[in-house]
């Protein structure tokens, strides 16, 4: 715990250690905040963002499960956005910076270790992200006119997702983290940002009653028909595509730029470390598959996740 808490100011520390606590993934302990589990970071990051963060109008969020594709919605929207300031064959950003760098989580980066940003000197529309839940975000973020933009994945992959990743990332010293242990926790709703049915549904229904204020996406829709969702992404973000631009492939190039195979072969993806946390930014690129979950799950585990899934999702409309 100690370890855990180290950036922590005292004021945190007592209030973390107030909360309900089970062991965590990457830190030694994850804690029940606002009803989600959270790292001892993740938390003082909220809280600071949702003292201090100031949502203006046209600010541009986008928010996302863990491990559900926001490397990737984090392009297509920053790509989407400054497709007349960037010419795609030449020097766009996104040749030599990680998405994660171009759009900041409030609470890996700009929140981060206590800090009190100033985000004046961000040009506007600003485009931010975050994993907090619905029911967490600053205030500001639900009462002004800024939109969000969610995605989110079949709970089977980002399970097998968010496994891989951890074992990458997590401190040496704990050792590889089993699926088996891993999953029994994940169905418990105890991961980071977990439980996941519920951050999706907090965010499905908000995207239900005020649809021009949430576009709510799956990560498998996306991956089949990246176009379509590009324009919509396109439209919703107020920036819809002309038809000359159509026609001459601007959507399609965009797609490109954004795909996995392009982020995942350049050198600052390859090489590059720190766009979120210290991690290397080699470790967000993984296999991008639809079903992939297939190669990991014994049938008991199957069972097990499809029999929670139909108890939380049925009735909502949401399904995968
Ligand atoms: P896999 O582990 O299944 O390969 P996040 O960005 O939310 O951390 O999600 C990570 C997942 O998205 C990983 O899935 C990763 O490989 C995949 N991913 C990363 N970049 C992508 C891209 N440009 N297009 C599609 N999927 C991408």
């Known amino acids: 715990t100690e370890q855990d808490n180290e950036g922590l100011t005292n004021e945190y520390k007592e209030l973390v250690c107030s909360l309900p606590k089970e062991r ?6 994850l804690y029940l905040y606002q009803g989600f589990w959270c790292q001892p970071n993740e938390i003082q990051a909220t809280m600071s963002a949702q003292k201090h963060f100031q949502a203006h109008d046209s600010d541009l969020m986008v928010v996302s499960v863990p491990k559900s594709g926001t490397t990737w919605l984090k392009a ?6 400054n497709r007349e300031k960037y010419d795609v064959a030449k020097s766009h950003p996104l040749h ?7 759009v900041p989580f409030l609470e890996y980066k700009l929140y981060a270790d206590n800090k009190i940003p100033d985000l004046s000197h961000i040009p506007r529309p600003r485009l931010l992200a975050t994993h907090i839940p619905l029911g967490s975000l600053p205030g500001s973020i639900r009462s002004s006119k800024c939109k969000m933009v969610y995605i989110c994945r079949n709970p089977f992959d980002t399970f097998v997702s968010a496994w891989h990743f951890i074992n990458k990332i997590r401190p ?8 088996e242990d891993a999953f029994n926790m994940y169905c418990r709703g105890v991961v980071g940002f977990g439980p996941y049915w519920d951050h999706m549904l907090g965010y499905w229904y908000e995207s239900l009653t005020k649809p021009d204020k949430v576009l709510f996406l799956k990560y498998e829709d996306m991956k089949e028909n990246p176009d379509y969702y590009i324009k919509k992404l396109a439209l919703f973000l107020g920036w819809p595509f002309t038809l000359q631009e159509e026609k001459t492939g601007v959507v399609q190039e965009i797609g490109n730029l954004c795909s996995f195979k392009n982020l995942r072969d350049l050198e600052v993806n390859k090489k590059g470390k720190g766009a979120i946390a210290d991690f290397e930014n080699k470790n967000l690129f993984r296999k991008a598959d639809v079903g992939d ?6 049938p008991m585990m199957v069972q097990r996740l499809a029999h929670i899934m139909e108890e939380k999702l049925s009735g909502s409309g949401l399904s995968f």
Do not use: C, D, K
Request: glycine fraction near 10%; proline fraction near 6%; avoid cysteine.
């Open 96 to 102: 030599f910076s990680n998405p994660h760098e171009l």
């Open 76 to 81: 297509l929207t920053f790509a989407i956005m």
């Open 24 to 29: 965590g993934w990457r830190t030694q302990n």
């Open 172 to 179: 040496a010293s704990y050792g590889p983290l089993g699926i």
């Open 293 to 298: 979950w297939v190669n990991h799950f014994t």
